[in-house]
């Protein structure tokens, strides 16, 4: 997607081929700036202080940050070494452990000597294919929307948190039918929830802005009010860890959104990519929730008056604070989980019916 109408995407390989480049979301949306991450440590001090974020993308970090260690040390215990570590960095989002499971797979029977180029080339391939799926995720998530159209032929979405192109490589999973609408001249309008306490839904609003798409955000807890009013024809969310009951896991307030829909009749639908989807994991109380740092909620971050970054404290470090970053929205609440293979009912069966293939896990 475009940055001041340059296409980019949110990590590539450096011009030199022994680091990434990302954009660093924790400057977002006051600032575009980009990081170059040279080391295993430097990914995972990236994932853990959300310079990159969201899902997928937190998976194709953690590929590259093999290949970054498998570049300084190529022996199993290096491997094993560097999994421990990325592993540890957030525990909700599954694709993370599906994007290092992977590496594992495809290196362990390797040679030593080559197994540094061969993960660089499976991180790369790792980003390209999340980028396709996106794309194809926007294309069934706009099938299911047609229907949504109402007769002013305007489409209105609600989304919470990000899960636009910065949470991916490209296309995002729950804008990715956004930008399909309006690319195609739909009329869409997105209602963006701020999304406390990291206000992920302000990098929403900055990125639907670059790409021209209308929205307006709004506090979190306007969101029940606008869908009980009417006016609201889906809701639309990305998802950072699916049971395979259907069950999901995506970021706090969630819950209280596709509750909201659910009393007011609004078609609530989740979309994420096979890596999202854990079929290990039962159902949603078997997902751990992380439990982020108290001074996310005591310190608030921002520009002053002179649009210079500032942060304000709101809370004294005194006080006590919960902080879980996830919840978990049951699957009876889901209208349809939108995948790159198409939409199909958050169930068990339904996630088969997509994915045969994973039948075994019983
Ligand atoms: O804590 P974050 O910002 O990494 O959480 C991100 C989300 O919850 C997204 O909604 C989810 O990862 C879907 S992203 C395509």
Redesign the pocket.
């Known amino acids: 997607m475009n940055v001041n109408g340059m296409p980019m995407r949110t990590i590539w390989p450096a011009a030199d081929g022994c680091a990434v480049d990302i954009i660093d979301q924790t400057a977002l949306p006051h600032q575009y700036r980009v990081l170059r991450l040279g080391s295993l440590e430097d990914t995972a001090h990236a994932i853990r202080s959300?310079q990159v974020?969201?899902?997928?993308l937190?998976g194709v970090t953690a590929a590259y940050g093999v290949a970054l260690a498998m570049a300084q040390r190529a022996d199993d215990a290096a491997l094993l070494a560097a999994a421990e570590t990325l592993a540890a960095t957030r525990p909700t989002?599954v694709n993370l452990r599906w994007a290092l499971a992977r590496m594992h797979t495809f290196l362990a029977p390797l040679p030593l000597s080559a197994r540094a180029d061969a993960a660089w080339l499976e991180a790369a391939r790792i980003a390209d294919e999340d980028v396709e799926q996106c794309r194809l995720i926007g294309q069934h998530g706009l099938q299911r929307l047609r229907s949504s159209i109402g007769t002013s032929g305007r489409l209105e979405l609600m989304t919470h948190?990000?899960?636009g192109w910065l949470?991916?490589v490209d296309h995002?999973?729950?804008l990715a039918p956004v930008y399909a609408a309006f690319d195609e001249g739909i009329d869409v309008h997105v209602w963006v929830s701020e999304t406390r306490p990291?206000n992920?839904g302000l990098l929403t609003a900055w990125e639907l802005a670059q790409h021209g798409v209308p929205h307006t955000v709004i506090a979190d807890n306007a969101a029940g009010l606008l869908l009980a009013r009417g006016g609201i024809d889906a809701v639309i969310?990305?998802?950072?860890r699916i049971a395979a009951n259907g069950d999901v896991a995506?970021?706090i307030g969630t819950y209280l959104k596709a509750l909201a829909a659910r009393e007011a009749a609004v078609p609530f639908y989740v979309a994420a990519p096979r890596s999202t989807i854990d079929f290990a994991c039962p159902d949603g109380a078997s997902i751990p929730i992380e439990e982020r740092a108290a001074d996310e909620l005591r310190v608030v971050q921002g520009c002053d008056a002179a649009g210079a970054p500032a942060i304000l404290r709101q809370l004294s470090a005194d006080e006590a604070v919960a902080n879980p970053?996830?919840d978990v929205t049951t699957a009876a609440l889901v209208g349809a989980l939108i995948s790159e293979r198409g939409s199909c009912p958050a169930s068990r069966a339904g996630l088969l019916a997509l994915y045969p293939e994973e039948e075994e896990h019983g």
């Open positions: 959300m974020r969201g899902a997928p937190i989002a948190c990000n899960a949470a991916t995002g999973t729950a990291r992920q969310v990305g998802a950072d995506n970021k970053a996830f």
